[in-house]
């Protein structure tokens, strides 16, 4: 399907005339849109939706809203304070191209019906107050975040968990390890381990379906900048979106996330974006670029400084280095998240800062000496995060960093790892398991609640949830490998 609505995205520094709601409907009767489907986002990350028929959607369900049952999502309400409200932002509006039946999708925000506000455990809510933060703050007019989200494509994918057994199975025509499969005439040509950056097909086995993906999410009004192979065997992927602001980038990011899992589903093949799925190759991370502008001057510009940064951009990075522990429990949020974030490779598990070294947990890029392109890359996380929450917590690191100065370890150009053991003990990891950086968020959130950006009961509920639904259910189970280790004891 090629039908669309126009896009709301801008170039930087213009402003997007403002979509309302007349507007959304008469596009949709325009495009042959026969339904309306209503999408916000849970606690954990994941689109949530329902759908009317389009005679439904009037201006008064902009006004009014949609009613749904609030106990069903994760992280929100209880059982005895169901109700809730969507509010569709026409903003938001586009033609789901995965679908075959027309289809106009809305993200919407959510509202409490008793009060009237909106609601706190709304991720988007947290990204908009983040935004409006930023502007009281003085420090800025506009944050611009740009997402790497990598994820893997495979053939096939088998898992299960109980009582007497727990196993995966992963399959790729593209993986190396099928080489000698037989049974079917086998035309080689995989990339090798650690080796899928970037040979040409036939090697590159999923250019068109990239191509696909890519075109979809252009359809649905995402810029993007390139597509490609990245450096693992079986598939895994890179396709990046053009830098938006905050809150918009967020409603890319799982725009994003929806179309790569569905154009994938329906050639065969099934994507995910679990930071580590297969032991032995690079994990799929989400680095993370970031600038700060004050009307059309980029602020983390400095012609004298170091790697072309400005004090701004150095006591940005002062707060996210700080702050990173506990940014990691929003930031690489799942305990498969530590599986990639591990010493002794090249994981950005670094606490320091530099221009070129990929293990540091903030680089520099230096692709290009124009003032618009200065900004700071954020390495540590990973796609299974939510990106509102993520996005907002980064920022408010950063302002906290750049509000009280503060100064990020010296910067290193070297390879950490062939340090000498002496240089290298003064260089501090990040956490190394899930349960590490939810102790480093309860301790360490002042700077997330300036503003009332992100609340109390927020953060409560997402330290109870995570160490209920992720750290306390895999720390109960038999790992596999285990039995490898021990069954002779």
Known sequence: ???????????????????????????????????????????????????????????????????????????????????????????????????????????CDVVDPVTGERYSRDPRYVARKAEEYLIKSGVATTAYFGPEAEFYIFNSVRFDQNAHEGYYHIDSEEGIWNSGANGSPNLGHRPRHKEGYFPVPPVDRLQDLRSKIMLALIASGVEVEVHHHEVGTAGQTEIDMRFKTLTRMGDQLLMYK?????????????ATFMPKPMFGDNGSGMHVHMSLWKDDKNLFFDANGYALISDTARWYIGGLIKHAPALLAFAAPTTNSYRRLVPGYEAPINLIYSQRNRSAICRIPVYSTSPKAKRVEFRAPDPSSNPYLTFAALLMAGLDGVKNKIEPPKPMDVDLYELEPAERKHVKNTPGSLEESLAALEADHDFLLQGDVFTPDLIETWLAYKRAKDVDPVRLRPHPYEFFLYYDV
Not at 33 to 49: A, K, S
């Open 258 to 270: 929806y179309i790569v899992k569905n154009v994938c589903h329906q050639h065969g093949y099934t």
């Open 1 to 107: 399907m090629t039908a669309t609505l126009e896009p709301t995205a801008t170039v930087k520094g213009a402003k997007a005339p403002a979509a309302s709601p007349a507007d959304v409907i008469r596009k949709a009767h325009e495009a042959g849109v026969q339904v309306v489907d209503v999408r916000f986002c849970d606690l954990p990350g994941t689109w949530q939706h329902f759908s009317v028929p389009l005679k439904e959607l009037t201006e008064d369900v902009f006004r009014e809203g949609l009613g749904f049952d609030g106990s069903s999502i994760r992280g929100f309400q209880a059982i005895n304070e169901s109700d809730m409200l969507l509010f569709p932002d026409a903003a938001s509006a586009f033609v789901d191209p995965c679908l075959q039946v027309p289809t106009l999708a809305l993200i």
